[in-house]
């Protein structure tokens, strides 16, 4: 793979004195999704608006395809389109005109098939007269992608792309997410929501008070979601685990009173069967058994509170 977005030592401090960015360092690979989680005031919109030119860095460096975004300021935007979070939108105008327009703000040569080719893959082509005040929420804010896809960009950003819309119409934007994906776009989509991030993101990254605390792929981070415990109380409590049960992954809790187990859901066989057959033969009577998984939303929780304390 080749990276397309390369960000290094990236620090902004606004004139408050506040530092929204410290050192951040993040690099992109063309053709993937990445889901870029964090919570209110972590710094997702300060880092996307100093690599759309929006707003000026105090330090680091940041380049788009192999431009440096501020010695080469218009090739790097150039390859760059932004879907910012709010639906500000001109609503007498045209979707066609909003498109058009919007292309030619970039100095791109018109290229008629190129928007029809984008608002078809929007589902707006049949929309492409109607005026922007008569389109329903779902629909503007598919005009605000085909508005950022207008100057054929490789990499696209998605600020909070599904913030307040129902189930339903964040469904429909997760397809249409995949649609643009399998046409090879790009995509940095900045959300609240770990379901989000699960369902269409590469990698996840985590940015907190200004850092990125982890970056990795989806499927591993997956895997370790995919993480069970089993716990089993205990009739009567032992000193020790028998030695059958040594490098099981078993651990004997609570003063003897219970035993946890860790196992993998995603395994084919987990071995729980196994194990409790196992503690039966062994005259270990068991009094009750529960289960509970370690989520995405847990990890991220844990790892945002540990940065805050
Ligand atoms: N123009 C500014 N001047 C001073 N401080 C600012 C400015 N813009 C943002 N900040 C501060 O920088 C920090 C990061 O803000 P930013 O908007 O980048 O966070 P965010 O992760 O996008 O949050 P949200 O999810 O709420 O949009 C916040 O503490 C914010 O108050």
Redesign the pocket.
């Known amino acids: 793979m080749t990276s397309i977005l390369h960000i290094e030592g990236l620090t902004k401090r606004?004139?408050?004195g506040?530092e929204?960015l410290s050192g951040v360092d993040l690099t992109i690979e063309e053709g993937e999704i990445l889901a870029l989680l964090?919570p209110?005031?972590?710094?997702?919109?300060?880092l996307i608006s100093i690599i759309c030119g929006l707003v000026m860095p105090t330090g680091g460096r940041v380049s788009v395809g192999g431009h440096d975004i501020a010695r080469d300021y218009r090739k790097a935007r150039g390859m760059i389109g932004l879907v910012p979070q709010e639906i500000a939108l001109e609503p007498f105008e045209t979707v066609w005109n909003v498109v058009r327009f919007s292309r030619g703000v970039f100095g791109k040569k018109r290229n008629d098939a190129h928007l029809e080719d984008v608002l078809r893959s929007l589902s707006l082509w049949e929309k492409r007269d109607a005026q922007i005040r008569e389109l329903s929420g779902g629909m503007k804010r598919r005009v605000l992608i085909a508005k950022a896809l207008s100057h054929e960009p490789r990499v696209l950003f998605l600020d909070e792309p599904t913030a307040g819309v129902d189930v339903e119409l964040r469904r429909g934007m997760w397809e249409v997410v995949e649609g643009l994906r399998a046409r090879g776009v790009t995509i940095i989509l900045t959300t609240?929501y770990i379901e989000e991030a699960e369902e269409i993101a590469d990698r996840v990254a985590v940015i907190s008070k200004g850092q990125i605390l982890l970056v990795e792929e989806k499927a591993r981070l997956m895997a370790r979601m995919g993480r069970k415990e089993l716990r089993i109380e205990l009739h009567e409590p032992i000193d020790s685990l028998p030695e059958r049960f040594r490098d099981k992954g078993l651990e004997l809790v609570d003063a003897g009173r219970a035993i946890v187990f860790h196992y993998d859901t995603r395994g084919e066989r987990t071995g729980i069967a196994a194990l409790l057959a196992e503690l039966s033969e062994a005259g270990i009577v068991l009094r009750d058994i529960s289960t509970r998984q370690s989520s995405l939303e847990e990890i991220f929780v844990g790892l945002v509170t540990e940065d805050t304390a």
């Open positions: 606004y004139a408050s506040h929204a964090g209110n005031g972590a710094g997702k919109t300060t609240h």
